[in-house]
């Protein structure tokens, strides 16, 4: 499956911004998808992952109460929408496709997308 991430833009502490992910081919419910980021200097870290009907999510902590992932099957796209933005949620964001929920770790994704540079100014 390829995946193509858009959404990301530089926004100020506070805004919103929603990410999306589109995914190719017809396996998309097959797929457990989420969303890791990279900021500058540091690993790539776990932020959201959804399962296959999108009736289950999980999230780091640094995010949780703050993003919300789902996905349209019938879209064949996975979103982050991204609430109350922190100057350090500033990173790279890359969505991901693996087989087993939750999918917290790099490890356990199959295909990953390009990357959408989010930048949060204060």
């Known amino acids: 499956v390829q995946l193509q991430a858009s959404g990301g833009g530089l926004v100020q502490a506070g805004d919103s911004l929603r990410l999306s992910c589109a995914a190719s081919?017809?396996?998309?419910?097959?797929?457990?998808m989420g969303w890791f980021r990279q900021a500058p200097g540091k690993e790539r870290e776990f932020v959201s992952t959804?399962?296959?009907?999108?009736?289950?999510?999980s999230y780091g902590d640094s995010v949780k109460g703050r993003f919300t992932i789902s996905r349209d099957n019938a879209k064949n796209t996975v979103y982050l929408q991204m609430n109350r933005l922190k100057p350090e949620d500033t990173a790279v964001y890359y969505c991901a496709a693996g087989r087993s929920f939750p999918m917290v770790a790099q490890k356990d994704a199959n295909y990953w997308g390009q990357g959408t540079q989010v930048t949060v100014s204060s």
């Open positions: 959804i399962n296959r009907v999108g009736s289950s999510t």
């Open positions: 081919g017809r396996t998309f419910t097959t797929y457990v």
